[in-house]
């Protein structure tokens, strides 16, 4: 019997599981004096804004919800919502710029930063995800009884 989604479908779904994959990536390599350092430089240009200082277990949640929202659009996708076509270009634009700032990060430094290592993968999922936006062609897939 074949199983048929579209190609946005699958494009959003990949995109899902590679940020997925490059948080843990950041996870387990530290990312956080990054995130300490820009949260230094808001309280000094900002210092009204009064932020509560940053660590992992903020950090994990925060990604963590945000995965769970992504992953749970894609039922909105699946059902070819308008509204989903901007996030999803918007989406394919987050992820690529990331993954290319991995990248100009680790040319420009001469060594690998956090993150480095799933850019790549992030860099065509976000591309994919540009290219399929709003597609509705399937792509059919024989399941195996």
Request: proline letters at 5%; aromatic letters at 14%; a negative charge.
């Amino acid at each position: 019997m074949p199983i048929s989604v579209s190609r946005w479908t699958v494009a959003w779904f990949l995109a899902c599981l590679v940020f997925a994959i490059h948080i843990v990536d950041e996870g387990f390599h530290g990312s956080f004096g990054f995130y300490s350092d820009l949260e230094s430089l808001v309280s000094l240009l900002l210092p009204s804004l009064n932020l509560t200082p940053f660590n992992f277990d903020v950090w994990l949640v925060n990604m963590s919800g945000t995965l769970f929202v992504l992953f749970l659009l894609t039922y909105l996708i699946t059902r070819a919502n308008p509204v989903m076509l901007p996030a999803s270009y918007l989406f394919a634009a987050f992820l690529t710029g990331n993954s290319a700032f991995h990248l100009l990060m680790t040319i420009g430094r001469g060594e690998a930063v956090t993150g480095a290592l799933t850019s790549p993968l992030m860099l065509a999922a976000g591309l994919f995800l540009f290219v399929a936006a709003g597609s509705t062609e399937p792509v059919t897939a024989r399941r195996e009884a």
